[in-house]
């Protein structure tokens, strides 16, 4: 292939990948689509320029217009995370952490975190941002039946091991953190409290999750394209009034771990903020309402949803079991489930320790959610599944009915402009 026809390639690829999501059911828990105003935003000049700094104090001219976005966008997001500081720098959740790692921890301090076999995220473990902070990590013990950290054990862990940092929040994330009491014994021992709400975000600044920022969290690090409907990005959210705590935070993303920060992202997110305060609460309601149903639907059609007890999940997630610990069972229903138009993937579940041939599923709803489907559609995505898994029917058969089905829910809607959430395919 020379190189007109690399690219060309590429361009053909990238239309079949829109092609096959605007085709199928995506139910990755950490994806969503953009509504056509943050689009709008995203693909524009700013794509090409650099504002280093902060409003009114760059390093570089041509930034008035940017200042103007960036300002309105940290005015949004205090209003919607309800907290008085607030960076839309970042440019993911990873870098957002990395830049909250940065300010509230020195290398070889310790750590408390959750670990990646209970749902920690890698940017929590030594192989990921702890690791490169060069910290000390140790992870927190946890109830596998409750999905939650052992408080009692956890606030002993603590107050023992006297950490500079207690790091909560996860990626397999069904049930709030129980903060207040471990963020209690943290702050006992003179550590600072940072909760990871990239998969949450939008719950939580929708108020259907858990309110980190008054139950004892001094920085909430996330990603700004989960729950939160945005473009791919970060924010770090802070309730401290405490100035040098703010200019530490904001020197930590800019200069300490982004250069250029995606201004056309950043103008997106500012957008994203913008919707999120006029659609963002019902949004939130309407995908945990979602989860909750699809949950029940899954148990009701006999598969094995975690967490029955607790009525499965309390975010916009599911998680599903299709066999023994290590038995790879997750990874083989992914596979089908992809051949019938299904996208979800495998996850390790309490008992598996093998990262590549896990049990279980994680299933997402937010862009289920966003394109419409309600409590009712939760009924037809569980009677998919057990098409395919549960009564064997062939693959590309349902593949046609789930596409047909998603023929119905092209528009992306909690927006100021619904429109198509796969343009131009
Ligand atoms: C808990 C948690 N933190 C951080 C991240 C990283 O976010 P990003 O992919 O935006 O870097 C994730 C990603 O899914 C996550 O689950």
């Not at 002993?156 to 006297?162: K, Q």
């Not at 909750?292 to 079991?321: I, N, P, W």
């Amino acid at each position: 292939m020379n190189a007109r026809e690399s690219a060309t390639r590429i361009l053909e690829a990238v239309d079949e990948s829109g092609r096959h999501y605007r085709d199928s059911l995506p139910m990755i828990a950490s994806e969503n689509v953009l509504s056509p105003l943050v689009r709008k935003a995203c693909d524009s000049d700013l794509h090409g320029r650099y504002a280093e700094g902060l409003p009114g104090k760059r390093y570089y001219q041509g930034c008035e217009d940017f200042d103007t976005i960036e300002e309105i966008g940290i005015e949004s997001a205090k209003r919607v995370f309800d907290c008085s500081f607030a960076n839309i720098q970042s440019t993911s959740g990873t870098v957002s952490n990395m830049a909250g790692l940065k300010a509230l921890a020195e290398p070889g301090d310790t750590i408390t975190a959750v670990s990646t076999a209970d749902g920690g995220h890698i940017s929590h473990a030594r192989m990921g941002a702890v690791g490169v902070r060069g910290l000390n990590l140790i992870t927190y013990p946890w109830i596998e039946s409750r999905m939650e950290p052992d408080i009692d054990a956890a606030a002993a862990l603590i107050r023992e091991t006297e950490p500079s940092l207690a790091l909560f929040g996860q990626s397999v994330f069904l049930f709030p953190t129980p903060l207040q009491e471990l963020a209690d014994a943290a702050h006992e021992v003179g550590a600072r409290v940072m909760y990871d709400a990239a998969h949450v975000l939008g719950l939580i600044a929708g108020g259907q999750f858990q309110d980190p920022l008054r139950e004892g969290a001094d920085l909430m690090t996330g990603s700004s394209h989960k729950t939160f409907p945005g473009p791919q990005g970060g924010f770090l959210l802070s309730d401290s009034d405490d100035a040098k705590f703010m200019r530490k935070i904001n020197s930590s993303v800019f200069p300490g771990v982004c250069s250029t920060y995606h201004l056309h992202h950043v103008a997106g997110k500012a957008v994203a903020l913008a919707e999120f305060e006029a659609f963002g609460p019902d949004y939130a309601k309407d995908t945990v309402a979602n989860a909750k149903a699809l949950g029940a639907a899954l148990a009701a059609e006999g598969f094995d949803v975690m967490a029955e007890e607790r009525d499965y999940t309390a975010s916009h997630q599911v998680l599903t079991r299709h066999g023994d610990p290590d038995s790879g069972t997750g990874r083989d229903a992914a596979a089908l489930l992809e051949e019938a138009g299904i996208i979800t993937n495998m996850n390790m579940l309490p008992g598996d320790t093998k990262a590549m041939a896990p049990s279980g599923l994680r299933l997402g709803v937010p862009e289920l959610t966003r394109l419409g489907m309600g409590v009712d559609e939760m009924q037809d995505v569980a009677g998919f599944f057990a098409s395919v898994l549960i009564a064997g029917d062939d693959p590309a058969k349902v593949k046609q009915d789930v596409s047909e089905f998603k023929s119905g829910f092209l528009e992306v809607g909690y927006c100021f402009e619904p429109g198509p959430a796969y343009p131009g395919l």
